[in-house]
């Protein structure tokens, strides 16, 4: 690591915190725009942990196409009611790799980046100044904050407590005896509800189902996981349950798993966070800022597909900067349109319909779901639909949907739910 001096980051003019994925996407949109970036974090070239995946024409659309490790031609999903084959091609991101490139592409363009612990945020008249642990004073004109979920920099609207994702991967080698064709490497599994047996009704689990990449003919990454649930419990207290239900389900599947995992994720994502105030100057992106779709738990796309129009903003506002009154409040209606708050909004509803279900009433409502035409669902899955796709998509639902579903969504919309919903679809709070 490159130790940087308070001299070199005296021309700073945006400090972003934290390097995964978000902050270093939008950094390199910055350096791209001519704006002097300094990224702050503990250990800025740490690997990241999860694995980060999407549908190919996300990935492509996006510009992260090249960085794909793995892609398949389409997905599979499996409910009570059989299975169904999604036309859709899904791609693995190399993490490591597009992690490298975006550093390269900061340090090319003169960005500072730095190894700190961040202690506290204090706006004054000229800008602002970073505090670190290790008693450092870093001063700039605005900061994002892209440390992730749980930020306690950054202010939340008032609402419920999160719902939360909670998975547990491990990656096999896989034995496949002589004249057995090995696994499927065309298809994702990209949900399977399917029931692993009597077991479960003694397993203090919600509805779980099961998410796998074949990555070659004799190695599997798979998942088992908690779509949304308000939880009892701590989320990782659930790790135990969610790994012995996936063995079991591979062992019911007749996959065969050599010695032990070569490697483990543990996933905790807060679903349907409540979203940041617009009248703060402290700005937020990515997980920090409440992007992770409150239905799927998918993020990078949303990062990725606002990352430049964010840069746009911040390069525009930092050109004619006089004061730091303005800006932040103007950057804000980048990083959460009014559009994409109300159809956050939506999403929202959706997962508090889908926290309320049972695994048959989960199983009933993503088969329903998965029988829409395909630019209905990949919209929502995608988080890209605007507004009234999103509210057409929602009614074609409706009126297809089985009668008990059909029951609780009438209920969810003139309960609290709904009315939450028409509360908030103006866009983010203000004073």
């Not at 950057?331 to 997962?351: C, D, K, T």
């Amino acid at each position: 690591m490159v130790v940087v001096t308070a001299a070199d980051t005296d021309a700073i003019q945006l400090w972003i915190i934290g390097a995964g994925p978000a902050g270093l996407a939008l950094a390199a949109a910055c350096v791209e725009r001519g704006v002097r970036v300094g990224l702050l974090a503990p250990d800025p070239r740490a690997s990241w942990h999860p694995n980060y995946a999407m549908w190919l024409d996300d990935a492509v659309s996006l510009g992260v196409e090249p960085y794909l490790g793995h892609r398949w031609i389409g997905a599979r999903a499996r409910f009570a009611a059989g299975s169904r084959d999604l036309d859709r091609g899904y791609g693995l991101l190399d993490d490591r790799r597009w992690q490298l490139e975006l550093l390269a592409q900061v340090e090319g363009a003169g960005g500072s980046i730095v190894a700190g612990t961040l202690a506290a945020i204090e706006h004054d008249d000229n800008g602002v100044v970073l505090r670190c642990e290790g008693g450092e004073r870093l001063r700039g004109q605005l900061v994002v904050d892209a440390t992730g979920h749980g930020s306690r920099f950054v202010e939340l609207e008032q609402g419920p407590r999160p719902a939360h994702q909670v998975a547990w991967g491990e990656q096999w080698v896989i034995e496949a005896g002589p004249g057995e064709p090995g696994l499927d490497l065309d298809r994702v599994n990209f949900m399977d509800w399917s029931s692993t047996g009597d077991a479960e009704s003694d397993e203090s689990l919600p509805p779980t189902f099961s998410y796998a990449l074949p990555l070659a003919r004799d190695r599997l990454f798979v998942e088992e996981t908690v779509l949304a649930a308000r939880l009892e419990h701590p989320p990782p207290s659930y790790f135990p349950a969610l790994r012995e239900r996936q063995r079991r389900r591979l062992e019911l599947q007749g996959v065969r798993c050599v010695g032990e995992p070569v490697a483990v994720e543990r996933c905790v994502i807060p679903m349907g966070a409540a979203l940041p105030r617009g009248d703060q100057r402290t700005l937020a992106y990515g997980g920090a800022a409440s992007m992770v779709h409150p239905a799927t738990g998918y993020l990078l796309t949303n990062v990725l597909r606002r990352r430049a129009r964010v840069a746009d903003a911040i390069a525009a506002e930092l050109e004619r900067w006089v004061s730091p009154g303005g800006p932040s409040r103007r950057i804000w209606q980048a990083i959460w349109s009014p559009a994409e708050v109300r159809a956050w909004r939506l999403y929202g509803f959706g997962l508090e319909v889908i926290c309320a279900l049972d695994r048959p009433g989960v199983d009933r409502f993503f088969a329903a779901f998965f029988e829409l035409p395909d630019h209905c669902w990949r919209g929502f899955v995608s988080g890209s639909a605007p507004t009234p796709e999103l509210m057409v998509t929602m009614l074609r639902y409706f009126a297809g949907v089985p009668a008990p579903i059909r029951a609780r969504l009438t209920a969810a919309l003139f309960g609290r739910e709904g009315l939450r919903l028409l509360r908030g679809l103006g866009g983010l709070q203000r004073s």
